[in-house]
């Protein structure tokens, strides 16, 4: 009887294998079952040395096993079975208390003694008679499991409650990201948006003039711009595209410019063949390229070129936009535009200021830190010349 009476302490290694009741609200039932069994045989026979240490007595270390783990399994297969399958997924919500006092109450007995028979049999001690059962030794064991297994519960629920409150926040952290997305998408819509008015504006602006004074240049230009807005509608409304589009409207763009500027602009686009299918923000080069013919070419007496060239460069996309124009105001220096105030200036950088501003913050919203608009001096043969805006970001293909 001495092994019997010590049994009772077992049942507080069966509970904790329930814990796992609170694990992913995805992970199946029949799986999460199983596991806290295993997990309470484990315990169980910790328990089992624990309690033969304590009692002095090796030799009673193997009836003690079987007694711990049978006790032990059919603890879990009465309290966790009952949780999962009757009183919902802890994991989601806390499951209502009567139910679950009720549970406690009535497995502990039915723990003890199933598990004494079980492990009687196992023995083989013979069966253990119900009716010689409940007596005041056992009922004090009894007693001891129902603190136990309360006491263990008390835990488990606790660890419930906290993995709860750590799903609830991270479903608040999924809402906010998502509702930050919304808001960045939002934003980038309204800066694109900001840039479209603006170059429209001012080739309608040039239509006018130019319908009193060449109505056959005007004609030109108003063919040069429906072709342009072919190439750009769809894409002003799309949140990428590929860099072949991109390319695409530029070339749109400056067949537009030329017939402004004649003979005074000459244009060079070069996109290598593997990053046709790379993907940027749509109209994102507009900018710069518009920047650079209106404050470096167009008021230079000879005009200029402009060159669009892209590269990859470890994982990066870069991509150049020069002119040989009258290059950054006399008053800035390479670090000042580098720092990209929406205050830039310059060829490559209008006093627009409109555009390259709302380049940046495109980039700001989209890449944070991993991309960047850089703005230096031109160089042709060790002397200045024009302006180069120079754009990084990450590479992504489609």
């Known amino acids: 009887m001495s092994t019997l009476a010590s049994t009772p302490a077992s049942p507080l290694a069966s509970p904790p294998a329930s814990e796992s009741a609170a694990c992913a609200a995805g992970t199946p039932r029949l799986k999460r079952f199983l596991d806290d069994l295993g997990m309470s045989v484990v315990l169980s026979a910790w328990a089992a040395v624990l309690i033969t240490l304590v009692d002095g007595r090796p030799a009673e270390l193997y009836p003690q096993l079987?007694?711990?783990i049978c006790i032990g399994l059919v603890a879990v297969t009465v309290i966790d079975g009952a949780r999962l399958r009757l009183l919902g997924d802890p994991a989601r919500r806390a499951p209502r208390a009567l139910p679950l006092?009720?549970?406690v109450v009535l497995s502990a007995p039915l723990s003890h003694y199933t598990g004494i028979v079980l492990g009687s049999a196992i023995l083989g001690n013979g069966p253990v008679s119900l009716a010689a059962y409940p007596n005041a030794p056992q009922l004090r064991m009894i007693v001891f499991t129902l603190l136990g297994i309360s006491a263990t519960f008390l835990i488990i629920l606790n660890r419930e409650r906290m993995q709860r409150i750590q799903a609830e926040r991270a479903e608040a952290r999924a809402r906010a990201e998502a509702v930050e997305r919304q808001a960045?998408?939002?934003?980038?819509r309204l800066l694109q948006a900001q840039i479209e008015p603006h170059m429209l504006f001012n080739t309608l602006a040039n239509l006018q003039?130019?319908?009193?004074?060449?109505?056959?240049?005007?004609?030109?230009?108003?063919?040069q711009?429906?072709?342009?807005?072919?190439?750009t509608l769809g894409a002003t409304r799309a949140e990428n595209t590929t860099l072949a589009e991109e390319f695409g409207a530029i070339e749109a763009y400056l067949g537009l410019m030329a017939v402004r500027m004649g003979p005074r602009l000459a244009c060079r686009c070069r996109l290598p063949q593997a990053l046709r299918t790379a993907r940027l923000p749509a109209m994102l080069l507009q900018p710069l390229v518009e920047n650079a013919i209106l404050h470096g070419l167009e008021p230079h007496v000879d005009g200029g070129t402009v060159s669009v060239e892209a590269a990859a460069h470890g994982g990066m996309l870069e991509i150049v936009v020069r002119d040989d124009g009258l290059g950054l105001d006399a008053g800035r220096t390479p670090a000042d535009s580098d720092a990209g105030s929406?205050?830039?200036n310059g060829s490559a950088v209008g006093n627009g200021g409109i555009g390259l501003a709302t380049t940046r913050e495109r980039l700001r919203a989209l890449y944070g830190g991993r991309a960047a608009l850089v703005l230096e001096p031109g160089v042709r043969d060790g002397l200045p010349c024009g302006a180069v805006a120079r754009l990084t970001l990450p590479l992504e293909d489609a």
């Open 209 to 223: 003039g130019l319908i009193a004074l060449d109505p056959a240049r005007a004609g030109r230009m108003l063919d």
């Open 66 to 68: 079987v007694y711990s």
């Open 342 to 344: 929406a205050g830039d």
């Open 101 to 103: 006092v009720a549970l």
């Open 184 to 188: 960045a998408q939002a934003q980038l």
């Open 225 to 231: 711009l429906i072709q342009y807005l072919r190439a």
